[in-house]
Each structure stands twice: as structure tokens, then as C-alpha cells.
Nanobody, 115 residues
Framework: QVQLVESGGGLVQPGGSLRLSCAAS????????TNWFRQGSGRHRELVAS???????NNEGPVKGRFTVSRDDAKNTVYLQMDSLKPDDTDIYYC?????????WGQGTQVTVSL
């Protein structure tokens, strides 16, 4: 059974940093692309970063240059380092892995950027 568990969210002031973790079980993260999405109330789920099986990374749009995705294959865990956080980054963050047959999601972790 595949399980993805996000952690590391919380409350941080603007300009601060957080590191989110996505710990996987039942699947080898090094074999697939892992995506980080975020979704706020009333908004569509937005892709923010991805790391491929070859460890190539891609950061999207408004987080480019501020968020970094990485992976620890030994721990079977994918990370999202978020720096220079802004209030607009307040969202629930989800990790996602898509295999040939199925798409897996974690339960999400809340990130709140506020004074």
C-alpha cells in the first residue's frame, strides 16, 4: 500500500523559511516524478515544483528562485525548501507521485505566512 505523509508545515513570518517533507512508503520515490502542489481555499490546486526520477528539478511561476525541491533516496523522502516566504504562499501543500497506473496524494500540510 502506497502512503505519502507530508510534514513540516506551520506558521512563519514573511521572509522566513520552512522545509516540507514528503515521506513515502510502499513506493520507491527515485523511480518516479514527485510533485509538490498547493491549494488555498476556493482556488485550484497549483503545481509549484517537481523532481524527476533522474533528480532533475523544475520550479514553477511565482515560487521560482525561492523554493527548491530535493530528494533523499536513502530515506525515501522528498523535500520542499521554501525561502523568502510571502503571505501569498499561504496554502495547504501536497505531495503527489504519478506512476504508470495511478496517482498518489498525501494528506497535505498547512503553511501559513503571516505576521
Amino acid at each position: 500500500q502506497v502512503q505519502l505523509v507530508e510534514s513540516g508545515g506551520g506558521l512563519v513570518q514573511p521572509g522566513g523559511s520552512l522545509r516540507l517533507s514528503c515521506a513515502a512508503s510502499g513506493i520507491d520515490v527515485s523511480l518516479y516524478t514527485t510533485n509538490w502542489f498547493r491549494q488555498g481555499s476556493g482556488r485550484h490546486r497549483e503545481l509549484v515544483a517537481s523532481i524527476g526520477s533522474g533528480a532533475t528539478t523544475n520550479n514553477e511561476g511565482p515560487v521560482k528562485g525561492r523554493f527548491t525541491v530535493s530528494r533523499d533516496d536513502a530515506k525515501n523522502t522528498v523535500y520542499l525548501q521554501m525561502d523568502s516566504l510571502k503571505p501569498d504562499d499561504t496554502d495547504i501543500y501536497y505531495c503527489n507521485i504519478v506512476t504508470y497506473l495511478q496517482s498518489y496524494w498525501g494528506q497535505g500540510t498547512q503553511v501559513t505566512v503571516s505576521l
